[in-house]
């Protein structure tokens, strides 16, 4: 059974930074791809930005210059540091991962819970 557990979210004020942790745990073959995505009611879920095992990023526009990802391969882990910080960046974030288990010839996505972010004064 594979578990994508996030931590780090939490109510900040515009211009601050916070930084988001997902750890990928069980029986994994491999890591291909991770990533962050966020959704706010009644909208879809959108693409906040990816990193692959190789350290290829890819990000949304609107938080490319404030937004960081990054990842631990050892650690099966993938971080994301976001700087300035706008009321428009609120919302749930999930963490989302690309794999393989041990026990599956084929790859699939697996998501986290979503951790709360909030940006207000």
């Known amino acids: 059974q594979v578990q994508l557990v996030e931590s780090g979210g939490g109510l900040v004020q515009p211009g601050g930074s916070l930084r988001l942790s997902c750890a990928a745990s069980g029986s994994i073959f491999n890591i291909y791809v991770m990533g962050w995505y966020r959704q706010v009611p009644e909208k879809q879920r959108e693409l906040v930005a990816t990193?692959?095992?190789?350290?290829?990023?890819n990000y949304r526009d609107s938080v490319k210059g404030r937004f960081t990802i990054s990842g631990d391969n050892a650690k099966k882990t993938v971080y994301l540091q976001m700087n300035s910080l706008q009321p428009e960046d609120t919302a749930i974030y999930y963490c989302n991962a690309d794999l393989r288990e041990n026990t599956r010839l084929k790859r699939s996505m697996y998501w986290g819970q979503g951790t709360q972010v909030t940006v207000a004064s």
């Open positions: 990193i692959t095992s190789g350290g290829r990023t």
